[in-house]
């Protein structure tokens, strides 16, 4: 079994596209996941399956998410070892307080590569854009 996250964009934002977490775990759960759950009312729901086929595990979570809740979603999809690999790429001394903040962006597969960089605005005198495989922090 891969353990995977599923990071849903534009769900429960500003009372947007509301979405029950109790229901969305269902919809998992009718794809034939394992060990699904969710975290708080992010969107972000953990889950195990045997399948190793990403591109797959999108098109049915979008689908699914179509059918059960009416609702056209991208879904960003990451294993364990994904985030690993991030994880250890990201610098020790980076921190969320009041004078700063580290935040990790999860790339589609279409924009997976160093170029997107390019693509986000920042100010160098206080911004430090880095790319990892799979994400921007």
Do not use: Q
């Not at 990201?90 to 307080?97: I, M, P, Q, R």
């Amino acid at each position: 079994m891969t353990k995977y996250i599923a990071l849903l964009r534009g769900i429960n934002v500003g009372g947007n596209n509301k979405v029950e977490m109790s229901k969305l775990k269902k919809s998992f759960e009718s794809l034939g996941y394992e060990r699904v759950s969710t975290y708080i009312n992010s969107g972000n729901i953990f889950f195990e399956t045997k399948e190793k086929d990403r591109v797959k595990l999108v098109k049915e979570i979008e689908k699914v998410l179509k059918k059960d809740f009416k609702l056209e979603l991208r879904v960003v999809i990451r294993d364990s070892k994904d985030i690993n690999k991030i994880c250890k790429k990201v610098s020790l001394g980076w921190k969320n307080d009041d004078e700063e903040r580290t935040e990790v962006l999860f790339l589609w597969d279409e924009f997976d590569n160093k170029n997107t960089l390019k693509l986000i605005l920042n100010n160098p005198d206080i911004d430090n854009l880095i790319y990892i495989p799979g994400a921007i922090v």
